[in-house]
């Protein structure tokens, strides 16, 4: 069956839904926030949340929805889903590595943890074509240099890559 709308991510926070929908749009250039919608005395048996405060707040980031949901501590985010952003250049990695791993942890390979605890992948978009190349000595040149990476760093996979390392 085809659907009518695009697949859509809802993420799970304890309290802080509109707190990381407006980090997450001042990270990335071509986003908005969408409506805010707040508890009434309805959802109290199972959220516990006080009437008034925040339950979800929408948002887009580069046209893919998101709805951030204040549903409890129950639920906590790890590395099993990730968001991939691919970067053409440095400036790209490194602004997203700095700004998302403020208050948060980086991994290696590009991997990274938020301050939410929501999982990212930093990686240079030249990477498939370096790691799934017909040159095999070249592609483990480049998966030894990455290994050894937290934060991609591209010229020192370009040079692993083409052996000026």
């Not at 009518?4 to 707190?19: G, I, N, Q, R």
């Not at 949340?49 to 925040?54: A, I, N, Y």
Request: glycine content about 10%; charged content about 25%; overall charge negative.
């Amino acid at each position: 069956m085809k659907l009518k709308h695009p697949l859509a991510t809802c993420l799970w926070f304890d309290t802080e839904a509109e707190e990381a929908a407006n980090f997450y749009c001042s990270v990335f250039a071509n986003s908005k926030i969408g409506q805010i919608s707040h508890y009434g005395k309805a959802g109290q048996d199972v959220h516990r949340k006080p009437p008034g405060s925040v339950m979800v707040a929408a948002f887009e980031i580069e046209g893919q929805k998101f709805t951030a949901l204040n549903g409890g501590p129950q639920f906590k985010f790890n590395e099993a889903v990730s968001f991939q952003v691919h970067c053409d250049t440095q400036a790209e990695i490194d602004h997203f590595w700095d700004k998302l791993t403020e208050g948060g942890q980086p991994g290696r390979c590009g991997w990274l943890k938020d301050k939410y605890g929501v999982s990212w992948q930093i990686i240079p978009t030249m990477l498939p074509e370096i790691m799934g190349g017909s040159d095999t000595e070249k592609s483990q040149r480049a998966m030894s240099a990455f290994m050894q990476m937290s934060k991609f760093d591209i010229e020192k996979l370009r040079q692993a890559y083409e052996g000026r390392t």
